[in-house]
């Protein structure tokens, strides 16, 4: 079992920028990859980055290439998404996520075992 707790989150102006985390303790066994995915208001939940074991490959939501940097420290069990010029468009309740294990590396939600709870991102215009 893996826990996930997110943290980081709060109310930016468009611009802004804001770091948030995601803290892991437990573990479902073996290395894995790890991701984030948002959902806004009266919209579906949608990747927004992943990254591999020792992070030698990520991937973006293409609305993001540029802005949103993930990235994680192992010794820490600590996962990040470093997020620069938001938009108004980025707010969303940000999740983390463990990705399967024994699955294809493919960031894909129904790949991902382990949620958070979610932390609030409110960027305001």
């Known amino acids: 079992q893996v826990h996930l707790v997110e943290s980081g989150g709060g109310l930016v102006q468009a611009g802004g920028s804001l770091r948030i985390s995601c803290a892991a303790s437990?573990?479902?066994?073996?290395?894995?990859?790890m991701g984030w995915f948002r959902q806004a208001p009266g919209k579906e939940r949608e990747f927004v980055a992943g990254?591999?074991?020792?992070?030698?490959?990520?991937d973006y939501l293409d609305s993001v290439k540029g802005r949103f940097t993930i990235f994680r420290d192992n010794g820490k069990n600590t996962m990040y998404l470093q997020m620069r010029n938001l938009k108004p468009e980025d707010t969303a309740v940000y999740y983390c996520a463990v990705h399967n294990p024994y699955a294809p590396l493919v960031f894909n939600e129904r790949n991902f075992d382990y949620w958070g709870q979610g932390t609030q991102v409110t960027v305001s215009s």
């Open positions: 437990g573990s479902p066994g073996t290395t894995y990859a």
């Open positions: 990254i591999s074991w020792n992070g030698d490959t990520t």
